[in-house]
């Protein structure tokens, strides 16, 4: 059943309004007629399994007919810092790591970054990464829209990981600290509700920053003996940690 993502004002009582971009995507390229099924999602974690009751290619009003709890967002909220990298890449991490599950994603400025856009374009940058996370969204089945922040630094990202349950910075020279352990290590007897993690641009973090990163307490963790790419790590920390915390089951 197509999904797509409404506005709580948009939700009156049992009637529900799509307007914009997807009433134009449900009458046009879909071909949707009057008595078929959708699902509206709240952004808030409920689906609205709805019955469209009218339509024009510039507003679709759905009729309710049951809400419940999305079931595929996952228990541990997880943070991913991702240095600046070129637009494509940044592109498909946000779409691959919207479908694994993360709850938010915060670009960040690293010494080795090879993009350092200015502020005009990376606001511009922004409004594309937050459509391809909401698209994401809607084709993997999320309840909820991870959000794309604003750029910080590499200190700022340091700081508020620090306020995780789990956090740790990829680093590909030693010391070699596995993801598990670091994970278990933060877990204790409890599970964890949030992780956040930070992943370096193409050259990899600097020494530099490697330091400041054991400085400030924060492990810093091997993906195992091959160097992956920029792209490539998210994803596989991503799907480590949603397996480690049941999220796969």
């Known amino acids: 059943m197509p ?11 049992g009637k529900i309004v799509i307007s914009g971009e997807d009433a134009k995507h449900i009458s046009l390229s879909l071909r949707a007629r009057v008595g078929e099924k959708v699902t509206a999602c709240d952004g808030q974690g409920y689906d609205y399994d709805c019955e469209i009751e009218d339509l024009t290619k510039n507003e679709v009003m759905l009729s309710v007919l049951e809400k419940k709890m999305n079931e595929s967002e996952p228990t541990l909220g997880v943070t991913l810092y991702q240095a600046l990298v070129k637009s494509d890449k ?3 991490i946000v779409q691959k790591c919207t479908e694994l599950g993360v709850a938010k994603i915060v670009p960040v400025v690293t010494d080795r970054c090879i993009s350092k856009p200015d502020e005009a374009s990376l606001s511009k940058k922004l409004v594309r990464w937050n459509k391809i996370a909401k698209e994401a969204a ?10 794309v922040e604003d750029a910080c630094s590499f200190d700022e990202a340091l700081e508020r990981m620090k306020n995780s349950d789990v956090s740790f910075v990829c680093y590909e020279t030693d010391p070699h600290v596995p993801i598990d352990e670091i994970y278990k290590s933060c877990t204790g007897k409890t599970s964890p509700e949030s992780a956040a993690f930070l992943i370096g641009p193409e050259g990899g973090i600097s020494e530099r920053e490697a330091g400041k990163t054991a400085e400030r307490g924060i492990p810093l963790a091997s993906l195992g003996p091959r160097i992956l790419r920029t792209e490539t790590a998210p994803l596989c920390v991503m799907s480590s940690l949603m397996l480690m915390s049941g999220n796969m089951n």
Request: neutral net charge; hydrophobic residues 40%.
């Open 3 to 13: 999904r797509f993502f409404v506005d709580k004002e948009n939700i009156l009582g």
């Open 90 to 92: 940044f592109d498909f």
């Open 138 to 147: 809607m084709q993997s089945g999320r309840g909820v829209v991870p959000c």
